[in-house]
């Protein structure tokens, strides 16, 4: 069954350090995403991406974030200056436009510490 | 903007007990509505959905009917079993510009003793 995967599984990471979580979402998917959960609460909504251009994002999402589908499989979440508060699980997701079904396919996700 | 309200946790159930899980939901449109569960060390599984009204996800014997009346997406299981130990996340999901976007709620952590 084909499925989201996600490297690395866990980071730790110095703050101010640069950080690049990486993706490979599902073959024939079009949209994907980040989520994020900080320890013990809800999941949260990151950025989602189609066509090569973000189309949505939440506030979390500011500057210092970005994203890119550098090739034709990987997607990638950078986090340019990390600070304290980032530590988190990071989720991938991708989904299927023609299913309209709304359900998002995640990854197991990547927890990044920081220290 | 949309939101999911779910029951409180953690919840503690001895095998073979009854379970629900309450979650409501408030949204603009027509969601489709979602239980995804979370094992311990692991990533987030879809473990039933609904896409429209009075539809009934069902999966490893745990249910959830979308009551748009009641705004409700309840999840329930007859039977629980210690491998069920999980947290479970109710969501929904409604199209945003061109993606759908997922808001979850704050999640249950669910224990079963032996």
């Known amino acids: 069954e084909p499925e989201v995967t996600q490297t690395p599984s866990h980071q730790v990471t110095q703050m101010g350090q640069e950080v690049i979580l990486r993706c490979v979402p599902i073959s024939n998917h079009l949209y994907f995403y980040w989520y994020r959960q900080i320890l013990g609460q809800k999941v949260e909504f990151l950025v989602s991406?189609?066509?090569?251009?973000?189309?949505?994002k939440s506030e979390i999402f500011d500057d210092q974030f970005s994203v890119e589908r550098p090739d034709g499989s990987n997607f990638t979440l950078k986090i340019r200056s990390t600070k304290l508060e980032d530590s988190a699980m990071y989720f991938c997701?991708?989904?299927?436009?023609?299913?309209?079904?709304?359900?998002?396919?995640f990854g197991e996700g990547s927890r990044l510490t920081v220290l | 903007g949309d939101s999911v309200t779910q029951m409180e946790g953690p919840v503690t159930l001895s095998e073979e007990a009854f379970l629900t899980i309450n979650c409501t939901y408030t949204?603009?449109?027509?969601?489709?509505l979602f239980w995804y569960v979370q094992y311990p060390g692991e990533g987030l599984q879809l473990l039933l959905k609904?896409?429209?009204?009075?539809d009934k996800g069902s999966n490893k014997g745990f249910e959830a009917t979308y009551r748009k009346e009641t705004t409700s997406f309840h999840l329930e299981k007859g039977s629980v079993q210690v491998s069920d130990s999980a947290v479970y996340f109710c969501a929904l999901s409604e199209r945003t510009g061109s993606a759908r976007q997922l808001t979850f709620g704050s999640g249950t952590q669910l224990t079963v003793l032996p």
């Open positions: 991406f189609y066509n090569n251009e973000i189309s949505e």
């Open positions: 949204a603009t449109g027509y969601p489709s």
């Open positions: 609904a896409t429209k009204a009075d």
């Open positions: 997701a991708s989904s299927d436009p023609a299913a309209n079904t709304g359900e998002l396919f």
